[in-house]
């Protein structure tokens, strides 16, 4: 069985060596790599170009659909192997994430591990990426860092949705549920992936992400949920009497569990697990924020355009 690796790239010239690095070194070599850079003006596609290995497809203003369509198009190989040029490749992502595949799967869902740099991130970590054991695959949603598929899986989606600046991937997710896929976890394709260096940033990223959510009429009763909640978190603090608080309290506790508990596995330093019991809430409330902001802003991008 052949396959094609595909990524798209922008302005990623700091870490694609790092990048490249990882795919030359993989127990399986793809037979074919094939990169769509979307208008950098850092040099990217001359690093590219400078590897032998990869075939480079230039085209101006081309969002991360519109590169993964074009890469597809373009790939001579009916499996199609996808991850972002940001990350590291495990050196066994690739013959792993072909199993499921080579054992008759339609999709073949891998992982995300972090890349992290101090404390702060370990925690904004905890809140954003699941450990492999939390997974129930029966309703994993993969993203693009780590997947493999046969051609006429994504065919069968409509391809990726060009329309869509961000999100694009689990509108394909969506998609693939919907049409009974045989999806299948491999959680040992593992690729690392970099988070966001300040709170600014994984803020607008977490806002762009649930903003792609409404402009795509996904995920409507997670956002639902999150608006409740907060918004009775709102009418809690603000009311007079006792027990509404307790209560508030209680469940932000309840919410906030799961990723302290992910924090604390992670952290082998007691005072560094001591703190994340205050910070990893505080910054689920930051993330939530974004997300809450982000599908507002793309609610009204559907009204303007109905």
Same mark, same amino acid.
């Given at each position: 069985m052949k396959v094609t690796l595909i990524s798209t790239v922008k302005d990623v010239a700091a870490h694609i060596e790092e990048f490249l690095?990882?795919?030359a070194v993989q127990t399986r070599v793809p037979d074919e790599v094939i990169i769509v850079d979307g208008g950098s003006t850092d040099?990217? $596609?001359?690093?590219?170009?400078g590897d032998g290995a990869v075939t480079?497809?230039? +085209?101006?203003?081309?969002?991360?659909? /519109?590169? /993964?369509?074009?890469?597809?198009a373009a790939a001579t190989h009916d499996v199609i192997a996808v991850t972002d040029a940001d990350c590291v490749l495990d050196p066994a992502w690739l013959e792993r994430i072909l199993e $499921? =595949? +080579?054992?008759?799967?339609?999709?073949?869902?891998g992982f995300t591990e972090p890349i992290v740099d101090g404390f702060l991130q +370990?925690?904004?970590?905890? =809140?954003?990426?699941l450990d492999a054991g939390e997974?129930? $695959?029966a309703r994993f949603m993969p993203s693009a860092r780590s997947v493999a598929f046969r051609r006429g899986s994504i065919e069968a989606a409509g391809?990726?949705?060009?329309?869509?600046?961000?999100?694009e991937d689990m509108w394909v997710n969506h998609r693939w549920r919907e049409l009974g896929l045989d999806m299948r976890f491999a959680p040992d394709a593992i690729v690392r992936w970099r988070l966001r260096p300040t709170l600014t940033a994984t803020w607008a990223q977490y806002f762009r992400y649930a903003r792609g959510d409404a402009q795509a009429g996904m995920n409507p009763e997670r956002h639902a949920l999150r608006f409740?909640?907060?918004?009775?978190?709102?009418?809690?603090?603000?009311?007079?009497?006792?027990w509404p608080k307790a209560l508030a309290v209680a469940g932000a506790v309840a919410y906030s569990r799961r990723p302290i508990q992910r924090a604390w596995r992670r952290m082998p330093d007691a005072k560094e697990r001591a703190a994340a019991a205050i910070v990893v809430p505080t910054l689920m409330g930051w993330v939530d924020t974004a997300k809450i902001a982000g599908y507002g802003a793309g609610l009204f991008d559907r009204s303007k355009r109905s």
């Open positions: 690095g990882s795919v040099g990217t $596609p001359d690093l590219l170009r480079v497809i230039e +085209e101006h203003g081309a969002n991360i659909s /519109r590169g /993964r369509n074009l890469a597809i $499921p =595949i +080579e054992s008759g799967a339609d999709v073949s869902m +370990e925690c904004l970590a905890s =809140i954003n990426l997974v129930d $695959p391809g990726y949705p060009e329309w869509l600046a961000i999100g409740g909640v907060y918004g009775g978190l709102a009418v809690a603090l603000g009311s007079r009497k006792l």
